[in-house]
């Protein structure tokens, strides 16, 4: 299942954009655990999962630990995300929107 993940304003503006498609099943975020990974847990491949420049800021460290140990693809998505994320933290007002199927 493909998910589209964006970096947008607070007015919709999308600053950047990484995600997964179908046919790339070693670049879709593994399955998590909360005690681990709570914000990232949280992500629902069905809806959509809104997170602040808080959340943008905790999600990095979430990110890094999962980077060493994914396949290639995977770990391509996560670098983007990560980069995401860092430009979430550094503009005001930015939203992290994962779009599920």
Known sequence: M????????????IIGVT????DEVD???PILEASEFPLLSGVDR????????????????EIRRLIP???PRRAKML?????????GVRTPDAQLWFLGD
Not at 46 to 61: L, P, R, S, V
Not at 80 to 87: G, H, K, R, S, Y
């Open 19 to 22: 995600g997964e498609v179908y």
């Open 27 to 29: 670049a879709m975020l």
């Open 79 to 87: 670098r983007e995300l990560l980069t995401l994320c860092m430009e």
């Open 69 to 71: 140990d994914a396949p």
């Open 46 to 61: 069905y809806e959509n999962t809104i997170f602040n420049g808080t959340q943008m800021a905790c999600i990095t460290d």
């Open 2 to 13: 493909p998910l589209r993940i964006e970096l947008r304003t607070r007015s919709g503006e």
